[in-house]
Protein backbone atom coordinates (compact mmCIF):
# COMPACT_ATOMS: atom_id res chain seq x y z
CA UNK A 1 0.00 0.00 0.00
CA UNK A 2 0.98 3.41 -0.73
CA UNK A 3 1.91 5.24 2.53
CA UNK A 4 -0.06 8.90 1.55
CA UNK A 5 1.10 12.27 3.46
CA UNK A 6 -1.23 14.49 5.07
CA UNK A 7 -1.71 16.60 2.24
CA UNK A 8 -2.69 13.35 -0.25
CA UNK A 9 -4.99 12.41 2.56
CA UNK A 10 -6.86 15.92 2.77
CA UNK A 11 -7.02 15.93 -1.11
CA UNK A 12 -8.58 12.58 -1.40
CA UNK A 13 -10.67 13.69 1.39
CA UNK A 14 -11.93 16.71 -0.28
CA UNK A 15 -12.39 14.43 -3.71
CA UNK A 16 -14.60 12.29 -2.00
CA UNK A 17 -17.08 15.03 -0.72
CA UNK A 18 -17.39 16.84 -3.80
CA UNK A 19 -15.34 15.89 -7.13
CA UNK A 20 -16.88 18.58 -8.89
CA UNK A 21 -14.86 21.58 -6.78
CA UNK A 22 -12.31 23.59 -9.02
CA UNK A 23 -8.68 22.52 -8.71
CA UNK A 24 -7.89 25.53 -7.46
CA UNK A 25 -10.96 25.43 -4.29
CA UNK A 26 -9.43 22.12 -3.69
CA UNK A 27 -5.77 23.77 -3.34
CA UNK A 28 -6.66 26.51 -1.15
CA UNK A 29 -8.33 23.82 1.21
CA UNK A 30 -5.24 22.01 1.53
CA UNK A 31 -2.75 24.75 1.48
CA UNK A 32 -0.42 24.27 -1.85
CA UNK A 33 -1.17 26.01 -5.27
CA UNK A 34 -2.92 24.79 -8.48
CA UNK A 35 0.08 23.05 -10.18
CA UNK A 36 1.32 21.10 -7.41
CA UNK A 37 -2.52 20.22 -6.23
CA UNK A 38 -3.25 18.85 -9.88
CA UNK A 39 0.24 17.05 -9.77
CA UNK A 40 -0.93 14.99 -6.88
CA UNK A 41 -4.05 14.53 -7.67
CA UNK A 42 -2.69 12.74 -11.25
CA UNK A 43 -0.51 10.75 -8.76
CA UNK A 44 -3.17 9.54 -6.75
CA UNK A 45 -5.48 8.33 -10.10
CA UNK A 46 -2.05 6.91 -11.64
CA UNK A 47 -1.46 5.06 -8.32
CA UNK A 48 -4.85 3.46 -7.86
CA UNK A 49 -5.77 5.05 -5.22
CA UNK A 50 -8.44 7.20 -6.56
CA UNK A 51 -10.15 4.89 -9.42
CA UNK A 52 -13.00 7.16 -10.72
CA UNK A 53 -14.59 10.28 -10.09
CA UNK A 54 -18.59 9.54 -10.90
CA UNK A 55 -21.78 11.56 -9.94
CA UNK A 56 -24.00 9.68 -7.51
CA UNK A 57 -27.93 9.92 -8.39
CA UNK A 58 -30.55 9.53 -6.12
CA UNK A 59 -31.98 5.90 -6.96
CA UNK A 60 -35.58 6.70 -6.11
CA UNK A 61 -35.96 9.37 -8.51
CA UNK A 62 -34.02 7.73 -11.07
CA UNK A 63 -37.00 4.75 -10.20
CA UNK A 64 -34.82 2.54 -8.29
CA UNK A 65 -37.10 2.36 -5.22
CA UNK A 66 -36.50 -1.03 -4.50
CA UNK A 67 -32.49 -1.94 -2.83
CA UNK A 68 -31.92 -5.49 -1.95
CA UNK A 69 -29.13 -7.17 -0.34
CA UNK A 70 -28.80 -11.02 -1.19
CA UNK A 71 -26.93 -13.43 0.54
CA UNK A 72 -25.83 -16.38 -1.74
CA UNK A 73 -24.64 -19.60 -0.19
CA UNK A 74 -22.89 -21.67 -3.39
CA UNK A 75 -23.58 -24.90 -4.31
CA UNK A 76 -20.06 -25.46 -4.92
CA UNK A 77 -16.78 -23.63 -3.67
CA UNK A 78 -14.79 -24.59 -6.96
CA UNK A 79 -13.04 -22.16 -9.01
CA UNK A 80 -15.35 -22.95 -12.02
CA UNK A 81 -18.67 -22.00 -9.79
CA UNK A 82 -16.97 -18.79 -8.74
CA UNK A 83 -15.97 -17.74 -12.42
CA UNK A 84 -19.31 -19.06 -13.25
CA UNK A 85 -21.03 -16.61 -10.90
CA UNK A 86 -18.71 -13.79 -11.31
CA UNK A 87 -19.60 -13.30 -14.79
CA UNK A 88 -22.87 -14.14 -14.71
CA UNK A 89 -23.18 -11.21 -11.81
CA UNK A 90 -20.43 -8.60 -13.65
CA UNK A 91 -23.17 -9.14 -16.44
CA UNK A 92 -26.36 -7.97 -14.43
CA UNK A 93 -26.85 -3.82 -14.37
CA UNK A 94 -29.10 -3.61 -11.60
CA UNK A 95 -26.33 -5.28 -9.83
CA UNK A 96 -24.24 -2.42 -8.02
CA UNK A 97 -22.14 -4.27 -5.51
CA UNK A 98 -20.67 -8.02 -4.91
CA UNK A 99 -19.01 -8.88 -1.82
CA UNK A 100 -17.25 -12.55 -0.86
CA UNK A 101 -18.24 -12.83 2.49
CA UNK A 102 -16.45 -14.86 5.48
CA UNK A 103 -19.36 -16.65 7.66
CA UNK A 104 -22.76 -17.94 6.86
CA UNK A 105 -22.76 -16.53 3.77
CA UNK A 106 -20.53 -16.72 0.91
CA UNK A 107 -21.64 -13.85 -1.19
CA UNK A 108 -23.37 -10.70 -0.67
CA UNK A 109 -24.89 -9.08 -3.92
CA UNK A 110 -26.70 -5.09 -3.46
CA UNK A 111 -29.51 -5.12 -6.06
CA UNK A 112 -31.65 -1.58 -7.23
CA UNK A 113 -34.76 -2.73 -8.79
CA UNK A 114 -37.13 -0.72 -10.03
CA UNK A 115 -39.76 -2.94 -8.29
CA UNK A 116 -40.61 -6.39 -6.92
CA UNK A 117 -41.19 -7.58 -10.74
CA UNK A 118 -37.00 -6.50 -11.81
CA UNK A 119 -36.34 -8.00 -8.90
CA UNK A 120 -38.00 -11.36 -9.39
CA UNK A 121 -37.11 -11.74 -12.62
CA UNK A 122 -33.24 -10.94 -11.61
CA UNK A 123 -33.67 -13.54 -8.96
CA UNK A 124 -35.02 -15.80 -11.74
CA UNK A 125 -32.02 -15.37 -14.12
CA UNK A 126 -29.72 -15.55 -11.01
CA UNK A 127 -30.94 -19.05 -9.89
CA UNK A 128 -31.51 -20.62 -13.71
CA UNK A 129 -27.70 -19.46 -14.29
CA UNK A 130 -26.11 -20.83 -11.59
CA UNK A 131 -26.52 -23.42 -9.09
CA UNK A 132 -27.05 -21.85 -5.53
CA UNK A 133 -27.30 -23.79 -2.07
CA UNK A 134 -29.79 -21.23 -1.00
CA UNK A 135 -30.37 -17.20 -1.67
CA UNK A 136 -31.67 -14.96 0.92
CA UNK A 137 -32.96 -11.81 0.48
CA UNK A 138 -33.37 -8.72 2.53
CA UNK A 139 -35.19 -5.78 1.18
CA UNK A 140 -34.58 -2.31 2.15
CA UNK A 141 -36.66 -0.28 3.93
CA UNK A 142 -35.36 2.39 4.15
CA UNK A 143 -31.65 4.59 3.65
CA UNK A 144 -30.95 6.19 6.23
CA UNK A 145 -26.74 6.75 5.81
CA UNK A 146 -25.38 6.64 2.37
CA UNK A 147 -21.91 7.85 1.45
CA UNK A 148 -18.33 6.52 -0.76
CA UNK A 149 -16.54 8.67 1.64
CA UNK A 150 -14.44 6.68 3.55
CA UNK A 151 -13.07 8.25 7.11
CA UNK A 152 -9.51 9.82 6.16
CA UNK A 153 -7.59 10.62 8.37
CA UNK A 154 -6.82 14.55 7.73
CA UNK A 155 -5.86 15.95 11.00
CA UNK A 156 -2.07 13.78 11.46
CA UNK A 157 -0.17 10.93 10.66
Known sequence: MTELDLIDRKIAAELMRDATVPIAQIADRVGLSQ?????????LEAT??????????????????LAVFVGIEAADHSAEWRDRFTRFVEGQPEVTELYRMAGTMDYLVKVMAQDMDQYDAFYHRLTDAVPVKNVTSHFAMERIKFTTALPVNTTSR
Open 35 to 43: TPCWKRIQK
Open 48 to 65: GILTGRVALPDPAKLGFG
